[in-house]
């Protein structure tokens, strides 16, 4: 696609609640990023893919949080288990070359009640 | 480790006042660097980027020089106007290492009329 696609753009669920967000990166992007924004925060990054692979899942805050990436394309970030403290937008964003930059979809704002 | 620092905001000028909002930086390998916005209710944007020393980055009257000398990666915009309220972040990668955007804490700019 011509950007990056995040769904669904906002989602409110309860406590205790599974949730799991997609990113569709731009076609032939092979990096793959996910990053948490608090309200007035700056970035926190979760975990990154290159192709189906993630190098590094180190910034993923707790084991109730995982990803996954199919077809060097879409990917799904799952929190199980939500807490007040997951409550924040996360931000996907993919890039063709390092050095390009990346290209970020407009986020999931996700609220825990 | 490699780290960036932006100036603290917020920021606030009047319209058609020079804007300058600092960034240095640290960094183990070669860096590019970039400088992202992000506009009330929206996602972040590529501003500008430089890959090399003494490279400018241009974009929407916006420049960044990449000074390997002071480490810096100054954000510069010689008239502001009211839509350019947003928060910046500065940002780096370094060219040998695998993935990750560094990123700044944000700088809130507030242009008033």
């Known amino acids: 696609g011509a950007g990056v696609s995040q769904s669904p753009s906002n989602k409110v669920t309860e406590k205790g609640k599974d949730v799991e967000l997609r990113c569709d990166p731009i076609s032939g992007h092979t990096a793959l990023y996910w990053y948490r924004q608090r309200l007035g925060q700056g970035l926190e990054f979760l975990i990154y893919?290159?192709?189906?692979?993630?190098?590094?899942k180190s910034g993923l805050p707790s084991d109730r949080f995982s990803a996954e990436r199919t077809g060097e394309s879409v990917s799904t970030l799952t929190i199980q288990r939500t807490q007040q403290e997951d409550s924040a937008v996360y931000l996907c964003?993919?890039?063709?070359?390092?050095?390009?930059?990346?290209?970020f979809g407009s986020g999931t704002r996700l609220t825990v009640v | 480790g490699d780290s960036v620092t932006q100036m603290e905001g917020p920021v606030t000028l009047s319209e058609e006042a020079f804007l300058t909002i600092n960034c240095t930086y640290t960094a183990t390998g070669y860096p590019s660097l970039f400088w992202y916005v992000q506009y009330p209710g929206e996602g972040l944007q590529l501003l500008l980027k430089a890959t090399k020393a003494d490279d400018k980055g241009s974009n929407k009257g916006f420049e960044a020089t990449y000074r390997k000398e002071t480490t810096s990666f100054h954000l510069e915009k010689g008239s502001v106007q009211v839509s350019d309220s947003a928060v910046y972040f500065c940002?780096?990668?370094?060219?040998?290492?695998?993935?990750?955007?560094?990123w700044g804490a944000g700088t809130k700019l507030i242009i008033k009329p």
């Open positions: 893919f290159q192709g189906n692979s993630a190098p590094d």
């Open positions: 940002a780096l990668t370094i060219m040998d290492s695998n993935y990750q955007l560094i």
């Open positions: 964003a993919s890039s063709l070359r390092q050095h390009y930059g990346y290209t």
